[in-house]
């Protein structure tokens, strides 16, 4: 297994719809491996492929000691939405915002042996299904943001020097996300 690199927004893998998985075997076997230690090794809730640039539609996701993965995800989304929540990005170093999200999610698919999966989940676990889907689609959580905080994302993406820090090695980043989302911002950080 091996702690893969997380792309920074900035790299188009990362406004890229993702493909659908269609090949089962030992290459996407190690893809699961490898996302899994990758986010464990970051501390993150969830990783999604595009993020360690695969444009194809896995992710995993670590919350509360329950951790899995997921290929080819279909949400089916409550109507009503949770009490907003902040959330920080891997590939967004060092930003968290309280983002709307459903209630509850029902995520249906495949495991890395094509068997069909069925998860579900209100809450942060909700919240995690939504935000790494989203990254499937293309879809960043500033994305999702509205009024004076969208604003304000937009102008600390502007501001922040991405490129400096996709030159640190992957453990100095996981230490800035984990002390950028250690208070009151429980998403960055599984625990
Ligand atoms: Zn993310």
Do not use: W
Request: include cysteine; aromatic fraction near 6%; glycine fraction near 10%.
């Amino acid at each position: 297994m091996a702690i893969l690199n997380i792309r920074i927004i900035g790299d188009p893998v990362l406004r890229t719809v993702a493909d659908p998985v269609t090949e089962f075997g030992p290459e996407l076997e190690k893809l699961v491996a490898d996302m899994l230690e990758t986010m464990e090794d970051v501390e993150g809730a969830g990783l999604a492929a595009p993020q360690v640039g695969i444009s194809q539609r896995v992710f995993t996701y670590r919350i509360r000691g329950v951790e899995g993965h997921i290929i080819n995800p279909v949400l089916d989304n409550s109507e009503d939405f949770q009490p907003d929540e902040v959330e920080g990005c891997l590939s967004i170093p060092g930003l968290g915002f309280p983002v709307r999200r459903f209630r509850h999610t029902r995520v249906t698919g495949v495991d890395v042996h094509g068997n069909p999966v069925e998860l579900e989940g209100e809450g942060m676990l909700a919240r995690v299904f939504q935000h790494e889907t989203d990254h499937l689609d293309g879809i960043l959580f500033t994305d999702r943001l509205e009024g004076e905080d969208r604003k304000a994302a937009l102008r600390a993406i502007r501001n922040a020097n991405y490129d400096s820090i996709t030159e640190q090695t992957t453990s100095k980043r996981a230490k800035t996300v984990g002390s950028s989302f250690g208070a009151g911002a429980s998403f960055g950080s599984a625990q």
